[in-house]
């Protein structure tokens, strides 16, 4: 068994009314289709704190199966502050997994650039996400330009439009080849994440020919993943730490639940209780646990 983690930035279960939710857009087949047709879990992110909830504490609550927010007593936007990198370093799910003796990757490409200011102790600008000291304190490495150019990786963007944009490359690649990537990065583990946060940057502009613009990419993307997995073999999980890109009226996060979706086959004595996102990495390890028959 192979696993696909992908997380989804600001991805929450909206309306059904496409002048108010880009996701309702009927040209995103795959992302309806997620949303609506493979059994999405309705996961809550406000984890009984008062308050939007937010992308640091969400995210080291998926990845440490810890409630953040209660921790810190208030959700927490941006990167994580010392008290969650100390979560994070003490635990996480990344650890965990190689305790058990399973590979894991992340599968984002990090530019040179970045990685040589995150690692800077006086760099006060650039924090690293959840995602990147996760894989960090796991003892990983954080994939390189050099990596991308070899087909090894992808970026955050799915096409790598910022790394062209840059002069990292010269060429952009299709929602398809950044699947094909990733669903070849993932025959090598039997953890794979990727990252994707564009949908939370779309949602706080506010914009809905850019958000369906945006969109449509990912669902390119996650269309040719469906397309390529084995749902004999294979699990691609999606989650997201709150709901933001589906009121595009807004500019905050919003208080809706998240979409939760597992595809494959689920070991049989697997039984999958999800309703916060602390049920997060314990239902990952309780797949990677079991024992019984696919």
């Known amino acids: 068994m192979k696993m696909i983690f992908i997380f989804i930035d600001g991805f929450g ?5 496409a002048s108010v939710n880009p996701l309702a857009n009927p040209e995103l087949v795959n ?8 059994g999405a879990i309705p996961t809550d992110a406000c984890l009984d704190v008062p308050g939007l909830p937010q992308s640091a504490t969400g995210q080291t609550t998926i990845f440490t199966g810890q409630n953040a927010p209660k921790v810190l007593s208030r959700h927490l936007h941006g990167q994580p502050t010392v008290t969650l990198k100390k979560m994070i370093f003490a635990n996480n799910l990344f650890k965990e997994l190689l305790k058990r003796g399973y590979s894991v990757t992340n599968s ?9 200011k995150i690692k800077d102790p006086k760099e006060r600008k650039y924090r690293p996400s959840v995602t990147t000291v996760m894989t960090l304190s796991s003892g990983l490495n954080l994939r390189t330009v ?24 010269k060429d952009l690649i299709t929602p398809q080849e950044a699947a094909q990537r990733l669903y070849n990065v993932s025959r090598k583990y039997d953890f ?5 946060f564009e949908t ?9 020919e850019t958000a369906i613009e945006k969109l449509k990419t990912l669902d390119a993307f996650i269309g040719e993943l469906l397309r390529l997995y084995d749902e004999k073999e294979d699990i691609i999980f999606i989650t997201s730490d709150h709901g933001n890109v589906e009121d595009i009226t807004i500019k905050t996060h919003t208080f809706n639940k998240v979409p939760t979706v597992i595809l494959g086959k689920v070991p049989k004595n697997v039984e999958i209780k999800i309703n916060s996102l602390t049920d997060i990495m314990p239902t990952v390890l309780d797949i990677f646990d079991s024992k019984g028959e696919l």
């Open 13 to 17: 279960i909206g309306k059904a009314d």
């Open 31 to 38: 992302l309806n289709y997620i949303l609506h047709e493979a």
């Open 108 to 116: 984002n490409v990090y530019r040179t650039a970045y990685i040589s």
């Open 146 to 169: 050099e990596e991308y150019i070899a087909g090894e990786g992808v970026y955050h963007d799915v096409t790598g439009t910022i790394l062209r944009n840059e002069g990292y490359v």
């Open 192 to 196: 794979t994440l990727f990252e994707y």
């Open 200 to 208: 939370d940057i779309i949602g706080h502009k506010m914009e809905m």
